[in-house]
C-alpha cells in the first residue's frame, strides 16, 4: 500500500510512540507522500470554566504548545515529507476525524498505549477514531 497524504495525530507527552508513528507512516508513504502532524488540545472544551485570570495563563500554555508541536514536526518527519503542523481544540477523537476529512487524508496513522481497565468500559481515543473516520486508519502499538 502506498499513500500520498498521512494525518498522524501526536501526544506531546509520548515522544516514543510518536517516533514509532513516524515510523509506521514512511513505511506507508510514497517516496512523493506528506505527513500532516496533529495535536489537538482538549482543554478547550473546559476554557468555558476558566476565569479571566486564568485565561492569560492558557494563552501562554496555547504558544508554547504550538512551538513544542512545530519543534517535533521539524525533528521527526523528513524534511521531504513535510505536510502541514495543525492544532485543533475539542475532543481528540471528534478533531482528528473531521481533520481528516477536511484535508482528505489517505490514512490516518496513531499510536494507542495498552488499555487500561476504564477504556473497556468508556472507549478510547482510537477506538472512535476507527469506527468515524472516512479513512484507513493505522493504530500502532
Excluded at 521531504?80 to 503542523?85: A, D, E, I, Q, V
Amino acid at each position: 500500500m502506498s499513500l500520498k497524504h498521512i494525518l498522524m495525530p501526536v501526544d506531546l507527552a509520548f515522544n516514543e510512540l510518536v517516533e514509532r508513528e513516524v515510523s509506521m507512516a514512511l513505511k506507508l508513504l510514497d517516496d512523493d507522500g506528506v505527513i500532516d502532524i496533529l495535536f489537538v488540545d482538549d482543554t478547550a472544551s473546559h476554557r468555558r470554566m476558566a476565569i479571566t485570570a486564568v485565561s492569560d495563563r492558557l494563552t501562554e500554555k496555547h504558544s508554547a504548545t504550538e512551538l513544542a508541536v512545530q519543534a517535533m514536526f521539524d525533528a521527526i518527519i523528513p524534511k521531504w515529507n513535510r505536510g502541514r503542523c495543525i492544532i485543533r481544540h475539542g475532543a481528540v477523537s471528534d478533531e482528528v476525524v473531521a481533520q481528516a476529512k477536511k484535508s482528505n487524508a489517505d490514512a490516518i496513522v496513531m499510536a494507542s498505549a495498552k488499555p487500561k481497565f476504564r477504556s473497556y468500559l468508556l472507549g478510547s481515543n482510537a477506538a472512535k477514531i476507527v469506527r468515524h473516520a472516512h479513512c484507513s486508519v493505522f493504530v500502532v502499538r
